[in-house]
């Protein structure tokens, strides 16, 4: 079936979500939408889903227009969606999730279990999923959780599917495994409408690419298109994506963690036997899928944990036992993975955060005395250096986009006179261009000597940047390899897979 949407259009108070928005998926296409976070997919494919109304625009599936007032509606037409956020019971088994449903179709008396756990086995195999339907979805991988959403929607015989960011959770098996599916389902006639910000695996399994930007379709393209194009019409300008780095000079350590152990009030170990060393004019990644550890080994280096065991030391000198303060002020630049919470007080001005943990120190206070206009014509000097958008440095942070407030936890930070630079997934949510800049800056604090701890989940990022790549699985480091290992190699790691014992790289 097709799917054609005709001037959709959709706001929110005076923000334009969705304008004019014409866009069509061919029977049996990969349809992807490329856009930066908050560019209106999601709005989109909740209007054809039925979760939202549009305030002007028509749906047309195989070419007659059909009005979808509710989810309900949505599937009769054929239409199915696997969402951004799972929704799913985690104490209920596969098949219970199925018969209940999101949508509460099961009203309309349309499965019962034991023809829902039949249903599930027959596109479990038709498709080879192989997804158990007695499984309690607590009990499953991610993965396999998102093919329970995807089964759910085959089940009740969706021609249509939209899959929001499904790949944002996954590891890199995991995505390419759904990636290998997509392209099942599409094979078996389905149009699937892909929604993602990724380029690479836009390029991997679309058929077309129609990419959106601030609620509009700036256009279609084939996936021979090259990344650089794909992410200048995101964002609005020519953009570079290559990080351009030399190979790193690693001098002496700085950074050197033995046996760390990082453990809750329970004393459960939340991160454990942490070996690693960041040297100067080095960056060293932590990989990992989210929820590894990896935030609680972060947050250890610079104090804000309590229960350790093992030893961190800076340039020599022990850290455990230290407040936050002072980890800091021995010479760590920190920014955090929520610069929302940890990052940036957001009623504060643009200035005031530029200068937080130094406002004390000269040149802004001499004893008593702040001199406030010291303080202004650093922040001018800074917002300049790092390309900060702002009406005006005297603005409360919260008027920044995510991009920008970003820059203004870098900036603080970067600074201040530190030997080692800690950062926590610093371009989350972040669009192209700014990703761009953090990517490139991150490198020149390398080459200028700083030693440089990242911890990301994004692959791309992690081997754009990184000299040496340490892999988290269940709190443990269980590889360290060199930034030349293949991508396969470290998302087998990642997923837990290989525990041999790498030891190249390993300093
Ligand atoms: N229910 C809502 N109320 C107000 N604003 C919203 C709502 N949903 C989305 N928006 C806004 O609409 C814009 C597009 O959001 P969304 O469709 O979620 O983008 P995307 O999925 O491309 O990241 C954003 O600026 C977002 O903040
Ligand atoms: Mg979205």
Known sequence: MSLELRGITKQFGSLVANDDINFKVEAGEIHAILGENGAGKSTLMNIVYGLLAPDKGQILVDGQEIKIKSPLDALAAGIGMVHQHFMLIPVFTVAENIVLGHEKTNRAGLLDLATAREEIIRVSKEFNFEVDPDALIEDLPVGIQQRVEIIRALIYNSKILILDEPTAVLTPQETDELLANMKKLRDSGRSIVFITHKLREVKAVADRISIIRRGKVVGTVQPSASQEEMASLMVGRPVDLTVNKADGKPGKTILEMVDLNVLDTTGRALASKINLTVSAGEVVAVAGVQGNGQSELAEAIVGLREHLTGSIKLSGNELIGRS??????????????????????????????????????????????????????????????????????????????????????????????????????????????????????????????????????????????????????????????PATASREEVGLYMAGIRTATAKGGAA
């Open 324 to 481: 936050v303060d002072e980890c800091l002020k021995a010479g760590i630049a920190y920014v955090p993975e929520s610069r929302e919470l940890d990052g940036l007080i957001s009623s504060f001005s643009i200035t005031e955060n530029l200068i937080l943990d130094t406002h004390g120190e000269a040149p802004y206070s001499k004893g008593i005395f702040y001199k406030p206009a010291m303080a202004h014509q650093v922040a001018l000097e800074r917002i300049k250096e790092f390309d900060i958008r702002a009406q005006s440095a005297n603005d409360p942070a919260s008027s920044l986009s995510g991009g920008n407030k970003q820059k203004v936890v870098l900036a603080r930070e970067l600074s201040r006179p530190v030997e080692l630079v800690v950062v926590c997934q610093p371009t989350r949510g972040l669009d192209v261009g700014s990703i761009e800049f953090v990517h490139q800056r991150l490198i020149s604090e390398r080459d200028s000597g700083r030693a440089v701890l990242l911890f990301s989940t994004e692959l791309d990022e992690v081997f754009a940047l990184a000299d040496r790549i340490a892999i988290m699985y269940r709190g443990e480091i269980i590889a360290i390899v």
